[in-house]
């Protein structure tokens, strides 16, 4: 399943990446018919919390995500998409959404000591460098909890 969340679930859309899922957050005030047009153009469900945008938009192209935290919104998404949270964990950059590559050589220096290289991951768009630390396994069992496992 590909996603756009808009602007106000940025914190959403991150976690939706985090999870594995194809994510592009909606920037830069566009207005929602452009969005909505993007969605449709990229095969993409528009994720909103606008309750009159969700509706017009039909079904098939925006979701209206209740009112809520964090938790609740993963909660929504969970039951009404039957989304898998740990659809391939980590996999994406959380930033960009580009998908994540093994480190390249002249980035091993970046990825801390402790830490075997061939755990870490590379962004290809950005060159962000991820690694299972405790931020990881944080993250990591949120989406757990949310997956229900």
Same mark, same amino acid.
Request: charged share 30%; proline share 6%; glycine share 8%.
């Given at each position: 399943?590909?996603?756009l969340?808009?602007?106000?679930l940025?914190?959403?859309?991150r976690?939706l990446?985090?999870?594995? &899922?194809?994510?592009v957050?909606a920037?830069?005030?566009?207005?929602d018919? &452009?969005w909505i @047009?993007v969605?449709?153009?990229?095969?993409r469900?528009?994720?909103?919390?606008?309750?009159?945008? @969700?509706?017009?938009a039909?079904?098939?192209v925006a979701?209206?995500?209740?009112?809520?935290?964090?938790d609740?919104a993963a @909660?929504?998404?969970?039951? %009404?998409?039957e989304l898998?949270?740990?659809?391939?964990p980590?996999?994406?950059?959380l930033?960009?959404?580009?998908?994540?590559? /093994?480190?390249? *050589?002249? *980035? &091993?220096?970046?990825? /801390?000591p402790d830490i075997p290289? @061939?755990?870490a991951?590379?962004c /290809?768009?950005c060159?962000?460098v991820? !690694?299972p630390?405790s &931020?990881?396994?944080?993250?990591?069992?949120?989406?757990a909890? !949310? %997956?229900?496992r």
């Open positions: 399943m590909r996603f969340c808009d602007e106000m940025g914190d959403l859309a976690y990446r985090a999870a594995g &899922h194809d994510t957050l920037r830069g005030g566009a207005p018919t &452009h @047009a969605a449709r153009r990229q095969r469900l528009f994720l909103t919390r606008d309750r009159l945008l @969700a509706p017009e039909g079904e098939d979701l209206q995500v209740p009112d809520g935290d964090l609740a @909660a929504f998404l969970r039951q %009404a998409l898998d949270w740990l659809y391939r980590f996999s994406r950059c930033l960009d959404n580009a998908e994540l590559t /093994p480190v390249p *050589a002249q *980035a &091993h220096r970046r990825v /801390p290289v @061939a755990e991951r590379a /290809p768009s060159g962000r991820y !690694w630390g &931020h990881y396994r944080r993250m990591r069992a949120r989406l909890g !949310w %997956a229900g």
